[in-house]
């Protein structure tokens, strides 16, 4: 563009034009959201299964389920660890109360969300 050439643009601030040219996505905001709470919940959740059945188990995915719900997956921590998959389910509804109240001291939300357990039955590498 050669001096005597006038564009619409001209006298614009460069940082506005290119605000304008890129769309908001109020969709990344929420992804990026969720998956914040997501991680702030799995790291609550495991420093918070204690002693007992559920030591011995590491959360290996949070996914939001429907409403204010999260269905948090465990997997035992050690390869060749025996257990019944109900029992685990049974003993971390049982600490759910206290699970939430955990999380609750840990975000900044309205409302705590009610968890969800699934327990796996074959082994993997844990993530930490």
Do not use: W
């Amino acid at each position: 563009m050669g001096l005597s050439e006038i564009s619409a643009a001209d006298g614009l601030d460069p940082r506005l034009e290119r605000r304008k040219s890129q769309p908001r996505s109020g969709k990344n905001k929420a992804n990026h959201s969720a998956l914040r709470l997501d991680g702030q919940i799995a790291k609550c959740i495991r420093a918070s299964l204690g002693d007992g059945l559920l030591a011995n188990f590491d959360v290996v995915g949070i996914e939001p389920a429907q409403g204010n719900n999260f269905l948090v997956t465990l997997g035992p921590a050690l390869p060749d660890l025996d257990y019944d998959p109900s029992q685990v389910v049974l003993v971390a509804n049982d600490r759910e109360g206290y699970l939430r109240s955990e999380i609750a001291c840990s975000i900044n939300r309205k409302r705590v969300p009610n968890l969800t357990f699934r327990v796996l039955t074959h082994t993997y590498t844990p993530n930490r």
